[in-house]
């Protein structure tokens, strides 16, 4: 994934996109479907 594929844009790609856990995989296809919820899943 590149930064500008990112629903939450580049802030939370820098903060995670190095994270592969299962649990920010899943926020990542959830703020995907609903960009709305980037504030609480990648604060």
């Given at each position: 994934m590149e930064w500008y594929?990112?629903?939450c844009g580049?802030?939370?790609f820098a903060k995670?996109?190095?994270d592969d856990?299962?649990?920010v995989r899943q926020a990542y296809f959830l703020t995907?479907?609903?960009p709305?919820?980037?504030s609480k899943l990648f604060p």
């Amino acid at each position: 994934m590149e930064w500008y594929e990112h629903p939450c844009g580049l802030r939370a790609f820098a903060k995670y996109g190095e994270d592969d856990t299962p649990a920010v995989r899943q926020a990542y296809f959830l703020t995907q479907k609903d960009p709305g919820l980037c504030s609480k899943l990648f604060p």
